[in-house]
């Protein structure tokens, strides 16, 4: 493409852009609005997947070692746990320990375990604290382990993990569902509304062919007035979000203190990356499926 | 320069606009194409600029067969043909000289180039002091010059005129006519499908007479036959 002729197509894009004004305005609208839904979808399903996460993490085996079992079971126990592949980290937590911290949490009532805490009369046992490099691999590996000589028996929160699990998988996947759902109307939508812009000029387009205009010639004003529209329908939701996000953080945080958020740069970059390159793309797709129609001369 | 041999046209099946067209235009000639509406005046115009194929015989257009054009070489094809529609096709948000520069600006002319173009073409159609007028702001007759002047500023070998006077009045019918025969005689290839009788016998030319598709009459010099 010559400069000359970029000057050109870019010219023409702003001038119809501009002659267009309420037809730009809407397409602009429409852009951005269904950006706007799908970037706060988006936050929304970071900020579970952040909170799942974290969920996931705290998930651990506690395997409680049989009081039964000798030195050299003991020994040949731990040596198993180390070099198991789907294990990642392991803590020894003694019954001495394992006293302190419950007396931690029963705080005023710790005198209730007075006499409980000599070494013959401590009824608590040695444990391991266990995590798996995958989450959702705990049952699996649980069943497993549990048949190993040494295992007086194992916890690992069955019942409750296999539903969160299953819980989260279904978060995620209803996300996706919108995003995708949301993506295809947006591109339906904003289509539509260049396609009203292009039929206002299809008078135009058919004198350029009359006159030899080649078909990139003719499409090339409409994918930067589409690019150049969708840029900006994008660059709003990211504006709003990016603002939107950092109240909503921060008054969340003031308030529940619990709840994990991610950081509003991240999140910023994140849907800038996504928003803005979808908004451009959405704009000329939308621009080159309207403009076919019309150069059939 | 274009050579038409055993044209159909078939728009619906069996529903001819064109039957068997055989006819030669020479470089540097006038013709007038008549005959009553629907008789096939703007389906052989759209045929020779490409607009549409023929569903039989051949077109010759400076040697080359048009229905084997690829689809990037039509537009060359249109850049040597100018066209003249009856309604003008001006677009009205733009002023005079921005209409006649759109033929230029299309081929990627420069921009001194069109500054020097399109006067000149401007001068030839006697427009040149309206320049930055909208067409809105013009009379019917000088829509049309206009539209000559768009058609003829990149100076293509053929011009075609569609019943180019069918909106405008008698005086200016005439004025219109003398132009396309001014640009005639500066030499282009001028072809008019028109059905004005008066002035095709005015100007004496070759006329080509269509009815219900078919060729019933060329005449060198001939005056206008109404064959019903």
Aim: aromatic content about 8%.
């Amino acid at each position: 493409m010559r400069v000359r002729s970029l000057c050109y197509f870019l010219g023409e894009a702003l001038k119809s852009i501009l002659r267009n004004g309420w037809m730009s305005i809407a397409s602009i609208g429409v852009v951005a609005i269904t950006l706007l839904i799908l970037g706060s979808f988006m936050i929304i399903s970071f900020n579970v997947n952040l909170f799942t996460q974290d969920v996931k993490e705290q998930v651990q085996i506690v395997l409680y070692i049989d009081e039964a079992a000798g030195e050299e079971t003991r020994l040949e126990l731990e040596r198993r746990l180390v070099s198991h592949p789907k294990l990642q980290e392991m803590r020894f937590v003694s019954k001495e320990e394992a006293m302190e911290r419950l007396k931690r949490k029963m705080g005023d009532q710790a005198y209730l375990l007075d006499g409980y805490e000599g070494e013959e009369d401590n009824p608590l046992r040695d444990s391991y604290e266990l995590r798996t490099i995958v989450p959702e691999d705990i049952t699996a590996v649980a069943k497993e382990i549990e048949n190993y000589p040494g295992v007086g028996y194992v916890d690992y929160g069955s019942g409750i993990v296999e539903p969160l699990f299953q819980f989260t998988g279904l978060i995620r996947l209803i996300g996706l569902a919108f995003m995708v759902g949301l993506g295809v109307t947006a591109v339906f939508l904003i289509a539509h509304t260049i396609r009203l812009t292009v039929y206002i000029r299809r008078k135009e387009i058919m004198i350029m062919k009359y006159v030899g205009a080649t078909d990139w010639f003719i499409r090339w004003p409409f994918i930067f007035e589409g690019s150049f529209l969708g840029m900006i329908g994008a660059i709003i939701p990211v504006l709003i979000i990016y603002y939107g996000y950092q109240a909503a953080v921060f008054w969340i945080q003031s308030n529940i203190h619990f709840i994990p958020m991610m950081p509003p740069q991240d999140v910023t970059t994140e849907i800038i990356k996504l928003l803005l390159p979808l908004g451009i793309g959405l704009g000329m797709l939308g621009s080159v499926i309207s403009v076919r129609r019309f150069l059939k001369v | 320069m274009i050579e038409i041999y055993h044209l159909y046209k078939e728009y619906e099946r069996n529903v001819a606009a064109l039957k068997d067209i055989n006819l030669v235009i020479d470089r540097g000639e006038f013709a007038f194409i008549v005959g009553a509406s629907g008789a096939g005046k703007s389906t052989l115009l759209k045929l020779i600029i490409r607009e549409c194929l023929p569903s039989k015989g051949t077109i010759k257009i400076f040697g080359r067969d048009i229905a084997r054009l690829k689809n990037r070489e039509i537009p060359l094809l249109r850049r040597n043909i100018g066209m003249v529609f009856q309604d003008f096709r001006l677009l009205q948000d733009r002023n005079v000289f921005e209409n006649v520069a759109f033929t230029l600006r299309v081929t990627g002319a420069s921009s001194r180039e069109i500054r020097r173009r399109v006067p000149l073409a401007l001068g030839l159609v006697g427009l040149k002091e309206k320049a930055f007028k909208k067409p809105s702001e013009l009379s019917g007759g000088e829509q049309q010059r206009v539209c000559v002047a768009r058609a003829i500023v990149n100076r293509p070998a053929v011009l075609l005129a569609d019943e180019p006077t069918g909106n405008l009045d008698p005086a200016t019918s005439m004025e219109i006519m003398n132009l396309l025969h001014d640009i005639n005689v500066r030499g282009a290839t001028v072809i008019v499908a028109t059905h004005a009788k008066d002035l095709v016998d005015h100007f004496q030319k070759r006329v080509i007479v269509l009815e219900n598709g078919s060729l019933v009459s060329d005449q060198e010099r001939g005056v206008y036959i109404n064959a019903r």
